[in-house]
């Protein structure tokens, strides 16, 4: 999912999703100009909300 659909599931500003991103505190993909967020790993970052979170993208990158 995208800025503002995560957004819209979470029930915050798309604001409060970047200021998670910059500080690393919600897990993402960067693809390309594409910020995303799997909806399985927001899940299991909604269950445990204050354990390091990891930006992901490098796991996808060729």
Same mark, same amino acid.
């Given at each position: 999912?995208?800025?503002?659909?995560?957004?819209?599931?979470?029930?915050?500003?798309?604001?409060?999703?970047?200021? =998670? =991103?910059?500080?690393?505190?919600?897990?993402?993909?960067?693809?390309?100009?594409?910020?995303?967020? =799997?909806?399985?790993?927001?899940?299991?970052?909604?269950?445990?909300?204050?354990?390091?979170?990891?930006?992901?993208?490098?796991?996808?990158?060729?």
């Amino acid at each position: 999912m995208n800025v503002k659909e995560l957004a819209q599931y979470l029930k915050v500003k798309e604001s409060w999703v970047y200021e =998670k =991103k910059l500080k690393k505190e919600i897990p993402f993909l960067k693809a390309g100009r594409f910020l995303l967020f =799997k909806k399985k790993d927001i899940d299991l970052w909604l269950k445990n909300p204050y354990a390091p979170s990891l930006n992901i993208s490098k796991q996808y990158q060729r």
